[in-house]
């Protein structure tokens, strides 16, 4: 499981370490002199494992977090700054810069997704290509948002020129699951609404942000995008303890999301759009194409090692079929092959977090001890970097791996009888993100899918749980999410309604006219962006 540096595709290796030593406030991107934190991938480029030292990023404190809130308060100006008043066609003209300069970026921010976050190169392409084009997707929706709105509205004898208005400063942070893809997904439809955002990078997944910070920095107007570095508890806490964040944009744990909203004084003033975790459950049925299944059930679990809040995370099989399903999907589990993120056709890659491989034998040894087993040979295998994925059976309601979300290579597999098994442990979940549904049989998959949609806000048939396609709305009930995204909905969870209303008379129907012959008002604005 070591891979030799001479193993390394020349243009995957790294050859020089990255001194991020900048970090990007005011529209300048300032020299950081003070304390930095070591890089590490998990990924070893010697015989000998030894993790591989990637680059120094910048460790900064209360005062330059605080620094970075005044810049982006600045930058909104109270509603008065350029960016929140610009004309849309404006403000899409910068985002086009800066997808343009981004382009230019995909081979450096590849290569670091798979050193940073193990992520295979494929999937590594994939996540680059795929953020491109969601920006482009949001830019098309802007302007559909816009073209929506060029018109007035009168009833009762008032006349409304309604469009969506920014809400002001935004703390945006990513996951290190998809430190590029989900954390633009937040960025993207929040700078464009006219926001002005402060922005950290997840701990793991952060210099690929570094061949960015300029494209950033030469987009958009000064302080509209403040990228800093550090420790949560040490730089997005304070931000938020001034009260003067508008909304915070985190996808992430449930306890960081609470602790942060905690400490803003004012919460009723504070939007929230949260992506938080899940325990999708496979609900696999008597009369399920068990070689769909059991491919979808490996793509669900194991994909990018299970590190994704869409991940199933606990798979339901009806127990005439038990048998056959966990000979057949632990057999193709031990199959899969391990390997670094750029060998051919690898499906399990390290994990990134040095602790993971330790939690998930504690889930391991927690769950033989109250009375499951390993069905696969190789289940929690641990080499320095990885466990390799054990498939638990039969996993009860009292062991840790069916309570707590894993967000790793561990599959609880439980038998169920009746339908409702399944549906009762739904409905008590803290989580209400997902699910998939295996079977064929209209008559049993109708009555289901009717109770599923309300536990859930996803009921994938026959297929394994996934955010995309990026224009279908992701989001979750109770613990797993607050507001929604995709290209429409985070346009608005980013924004808010706000207009301007009149009297239907002909001393403001004149001003009006005026308003719009002038062309004076970016905001009172019929014109129609093609």
């Known amino acids: 499981m070591h891979t030799s540096f001479l193993e390394i595709p020349e243009q995957y290796k790294i050859t020089t370490e990255i001194n991020q030593n900048t970090y990007l406030v005011n529209g300048e991107l300032k020299t950081w002199t003070g304390d930095t934190a070591n890089v590490y991938s998990s990924v070893s480029s010697t015989p000998e494992y030894k993790p591989t030292l990637l680059g120094k990023i910048p460790q900064l404190g209360k ?68 953020t491109v084009d969601y920006i482009y997707d949001t830019i098309e929706e802007y302007k559909q948002l816009d073209r929506d709105s060029a018109k007035f509205e009168k009833h009762d004898g008032v006349n409304a020129h309604i469009r969506r208005g920014s809400l002001g400063v935004v703390l945006c942070l ?66 938020m303890e001034t009260g003067r964040v508008d ?16 400490s803003h004084p004012r919460q009723n003033r504070l939007r929230l759009v949260l992506g938080l975790e899940a325990k999708n459950p496979a609900i696999v049925l008597p009369d399920a194409d068990l070689d769909l299944t059991i491919d979808e059930c490996i793509a669900g679990t194991l994909s990018f090692n299970g590190q994704r809040c869409t991940a199933l995370k606990v798979l339901y099989v009806h127990e005439n079929i038990i048998e056959a399903f966990n000979k057949r999907f632990s057999d193709r589990v031990d199959a899969l092959p391990f390997g670094n993120p750029w060998d051919q ?72 009888k009746d339908i409702q098994e399944p549906l009762h442990d739904m409905a008590e979940s803290n989580y209400g993100q997902q699910v998939s549904v295996f079977g064929q049989n209209v008559k049993t998959l109708a009555p289901l899918i ?39 909905d985070a346009l608005r969870s980013f924004s808010i309604r706000t207009f301007v209303a009149s009297k239907d008379n002909d001393y403001n129907n004149a001003i009006l006219n005026e308003l719009l012959d002038t062309k004076a008002s970016n905001f009172i604005s019929t014109d129609y962006i093609l």
């Not at 008065?80 to 230019?104: H, I, L």
């Not at 960025?187 to 570094?210: C, D, E, Q, S, Y």
């Open 247 to 262: 909304v915070l944009a985190l996808i992430g744990n449930s306890t960081s999301a609470n602790a942060l909203q905690e």
């Open 63 to 130: 005062e330059e977090a605080l620094e970075a809130l005044d810049s982006a308060c600045n930058a909104y100006g109270k509603g008065q700054g350029e960016w929140p008043r610009m004309k849309v066609k404006d403000r899409v003209a910068c985002m086009e810069k800066f997808v343009e300069q981004m382009k230019t970026k995909r081979e450096e921010v590849v290569k670091l997704l798979m050193w940073e976050i193990g992520k295979s190169l494929p999937d590594s392409e994939k996540e680059f290509d795929r």
């Open 450 to 488: 009717d109770t599923l949609v309300n536990l859930v806000c996803r009921v994938n048939l026959n297929s394994s749980c996934q955010r995309g396609p990026d224009v279908y709305p992701f989001t979750g009930r109770k613990d797993s999410a607050v507001g929604t995204l995709s290209v429409h």
């Open 174 to 239: 990513g996951p290190y699951n998809y430190p590029l893809n989900e954390t633009f997904a937040l960025l993207i439809p929040a700078i464009i609404m006219g926001n002005t955002v402060i922005f950290k990078p997840a701990k793991h997944g952060v210099l690929l942000m570094t061949p960015l910070l300029e494209a950033f920095q030469t987009s958009f107007p000064t302080g509209v995008v403040n990228i800093i570095y550090g420790r949560g508890r040490v730089v997005a806490t304070p931000i």
């Open 345 to 416: 056709g690898v499906k399990l890659t390290p994990l990134p977090e040095p602790g993971k491989p330790a939690y998930i034998q504690e889930l391991i040894d927690d769950a033989l001890e109250k009375g499951a087993s390993i069905l696969n040979e190789k289940g929690g295998e641990t080499t320095e970097n990885y466990i390799f994925p054990a498939v638990l059976y039969p996993v009860n309601k009292d062991m840790r791996v069916f309570k707590e979300e894993q967000f790793g290579p561990v599959i609880p597999v439980l038998p169920f």
